[in-house]
């Protein structure tokens, strides 16, 4: 019944409020609905067995209204997109009050070149006292959502191109010994396509639902767009603004026949501006592509290709060489890179890569803590790939 809810074009109870045009909560800002659109363990006050001991198994008078009298292309399935016009309000409003302990913030460059991919970097960190909740920090789970002030002053909800299902097992304890946690994610393409097409300054916001319902919402984020100065400037914009690019980016990598011209179209970018700072990026997408499987359905099977070690060895080599991103895909481009090298047989400059990956970091100055991990996480990637090894 609740799946069907939003078949119908219905929105979770504590949701109502990102509808075109927005609806009002209900109680406990929706929490407090007995509606099949609520979560049983979110509803307050008195979670679960409250709301078992009291849910009548119907929808809300406000939601039988929709169903049976809203207007035609509202209700039928296919027909006006699911919340159409939703953030065309700020959505992302601040709790009256947050007992929650958790903080949420979201950092960026300072500013990106036209077509660069928009990567910002969250952090979800415990503001006090010890708290435990899930994992869960990727918008691509939808857990966290991302809300995108574009510089005209309209607003839109990223949307993941693919949605992530997960689970409840990955707890996280936030304390003393582990602070915080991070997550680096996209977010210049999804499911309505590009988000930053022209320059000027945006404003990025977020919300985590936390294990608990809690709602923490970051404060806004500035992300710059620049201007393109140069002829090739231009050049790589449009190369780097196309459709299927931007789904290359949000798949890091793929040899779909469907995403074909957005693959000529970054090997263009290479050949003709390799030197241009961009060009990271489309290397980045091309070499962690190529270091691993790709596996197609076919209608004579399923077809393997198998890692191309080589090539991923030469693209995500000059990835990290050139620098230029983010510090959690830095790290996760090196992770690939030890693995290609491994796979060509050279343990040795596999290890290597993960020692130059801890120096690169200490370098920088991260945390003591953060620093922490990335030394445990090289050491683990060194024991895998070792166990690997023929």
Partial sequence: MHELGHAFNLLHSWEKNLAGPPQPLGPEGGFGDLSWMNYAWNYRPGGEPAYWAAFPFQFTDAELVHLRHGFYRDVAMGANAFGRGAAEIDPFERPVEDHSG???????????????????ELKLSCAGEPVTTHGHLHPDTEFTQVSITRPDGSTVLY??????CVDGSTDVRLDAGNPAMYRSAYVGHGRDGHYFQQPGEYQVRARY????????????CPVRVRLPVSRADHEVAELM?????GKLFSLLGSDAPELRAGNLALDELINRHGGHPLAVYARLVKGLNAEREFKELTPGGLRVRPPDPKQGIEHLGQVVRAGGIDNITLNLAMRRLARAEARQGDLVRANAVMDAMVAMFQAKGVNPIVMGQIRRQAELTKSALSAEAP
């Fill in 102 to 120: 958790l903080r949420l913030e979201l950092r960026a460059k300072e500013s990106f070149e036209l077509g660069e991919p928009v990567v910002v």
């Fill in 159 to 164: 949307r993941p191109m693919m949605r992530h």
């Fill in 209 to 220: 639902i936390a294990a608990d319902g809690s709602r923490i919402v970051s404060p806004a």
């Fill in 241 to 245: 603004l196309g459709e299927q690019q």
